[in-house]
């Protein structure tokens, strides 16, 4: 792969994932119940322990490391948590990483750093590039569709995010040197995305390919300038102060959809057009499929300013400037469906 990507090798096809165990000497397989399920019989040789990822809060993760038997390398097959897990794991032992995404709801699977958790806080830490990315079009379809069409979530964020960073620039806020060309790249990715909304919906070979690529184009972007300001922003902060508020995973595409959804209303940035967009890719986004209620979310939309304010990691967005109050709450809501 070219550099930037953070994957080292890719192995891509129907059935890719065939055989790999033989290849990747002593493994340990870093993975849940259904994707170990979908994937053991298909990789050759049974690894030296399988780790099933109960949450990515570090102090679990460093009891893991404390029993880990020796081996080469650290397999990752799941969604977000179970890669992130497998690339914390790996980071911290200095091994060799090995991902396979049974979903893409997540880009986990293509980014250097792993998400975990501290006191349900979100940490992203560490470095780990897989070697390869294993992309089996025959796992990745055992899936539910919608959840393979919520990868999109990460790429569609470049949305919002980007016009958050213009905005932070505009206000002489930007934490960074202010790029162009990066935003110019995210524009890019979006309208080749887009293109391809019919296939990402179908699930075919080439729209799961198209959310992969849409991935490897944004490194290759963020990891060029050093930070991912074009697909971060407003919108993942909601997700934050949500996860943290209700202490509950979500499915990171769906709850990302939300949150590009409000947060474009917020900035007065093509709210329809994105809705759009959504509908015709088929990717959940309304707080029903999350079980979040209206009382809930109208909580954390109104709280949003002084949750991002408390944290000074976190970059400047529209969120910093523009007023949430409870009547836009409460017409942004009313465009959303509850359960």
């Not at 165990?21 to 002593?26: K, L, N, V, W």
């Not at 992130?84 to 995404?101: E, F, H, M, N, T």
């Not at 990891?223 to 697909?231: D, P």
């Amino acid at each position: 792969m070219t550099d930037h990507t953070n994957v080292i090798s890719l192995r891509s096809g129907s059935d890719a994932a065939r055989g790999l165990g033989r290849d990747i000497g002593r493994y340990v397989a870093v993975t849940m119940d259904i994707p170990w399920q979908v994937t053991a019989d298909r990789l050759g040789k049974p690894p030296e322990q399988v780790i099933f990822v109960e949450t990515v809060e570090e102090a679990w993760l460093e009891e893991r490391l404390r029993n880990l038997p020796p081996c080469d390398t650290i397999l990752g097959i799941g969604g977000g948590q179970a890669i992130d897990a497998a690339k914390y794991l790996a980071w911290r032992k200095g091994l060799r990483l090995v991902s396979i995404p049974t979903i893409l709801s997540v880009n986990a699977f293509a980014t250097p750093a792993a998400g975990i958790r501290r006191n349900h806080e979100v940490a992203y830490v560490g470095t780990a590039s897989p070697d390869p990315l294993v992309i089996d079009y025959g796992i990745l379809r055992t899936a539910p569709p919608e959840l393979n069409i919520a990868g999109i979530g990460d790429l569609l964020s470049i949305h919002t995010a980007s016009f958050d960073w213009t905005h932070a620039h505009t206000q002489g806020r930007s934490e960074y040197p202010f790029d162009p060309a990066a935003i110019a790249g995210g524009r890019r990715i979006l309208d080749t995305l887009y293109r391809q909304l019919p296939q990402i919906r179908d699930n075919s070979d080439e729209g799961l390919m198209a959310i992969v690529e849409g991935y490897l184009d944004l490194n290759r972007i963020c990891l060029g300038i050093g930070h991912f300001r074009i697909e971060e922003g407003s919108e993942h902060y909601l997700f934050y102060e949500l996860e943290e508020r209700l202490q509950r995973p979500f499915v990171h595409g769906y709850i990302i959809g939300m949150g590009i959804l409000l947060m474009s209303r917020l900035q007065g940035n093509d709210e329809a057009g994105i809705r759009e967009v959504m509908q015709e890719a088929g990717l959940p986004h309304h707080p029903d499929i999350l079980g979040i209620s209206r009382p809930d979310l109208k909580a954390s939309l109104l709280a949003l300013r002084s949750f991002v304010a408390r944290r000074s990691h976190l970059w400047h967005t529209c969120i910093n400037d523009i007023p949430i109050t409870e009547a836009w709450a409460d017409e942004a809501l009313d465009g959303l469906r509850f359960g």
